[in-house]
Nanobody, 128 residues
């Protein structure tokens, strides 16, 4: 079992920055990849970024590449998502999720159905 709790969402102006955290707990976390997804109203849940629990390597959706950074905080056992240059299109509920590390291919971790554990989400609203 893996438990995930997101924090750090809120209201931010366009062009601003925000940091989200996903606190993870449970056994054998080293056997998981942790990802961030987001879901805007009326849209499907979409992949944002993913990182193995080891922290070695990461992969991003094209829409956030060069603006968002996913990282592992070993001291706090969190996976953080630092978001910068935010736009209205980044408004969504952001979820962290965990998938068993069954593959070394990034393509195995891009779909919601590949994840077994989910947090409850945190709202990010970009508004002037």
């Amino acid at each position: 079992q893996v438990q995930l709790v997101e924090s750090g969402g809120g209201l931010v102006q366009p062009g601003g920055s925000l940091r989200l955290s996903c606190a993870a707990s449970g056994q054998t976390l080293s056997s998981y990849f942790i990802a961030w997804f987001r879901q805007a109203p009326g849209k499907e849940r979409e992949f944002v970024a993913v990182i193995p629990w080891s922290g070695s390597g990461s992969y991003y959706a094209d829409s956030v590449k060069d603006r968002f950074t996913i990282s592992k905080n070993n001291a706090k056992s969190t996976v953080d998502l630092h978001m910068s240059t935010l736009t209205f299109e980044d408004t969504a509920v952001y979820y962290c999720a965990a998938a068993a590390a069954d593959s070394s291919r990034w393509s195995s971790y891009l779909q919601p159905r590949q994840y077994n554990y989910w947090g409850h989400g945190t709202q990010v609203t970009v508004s002037s």
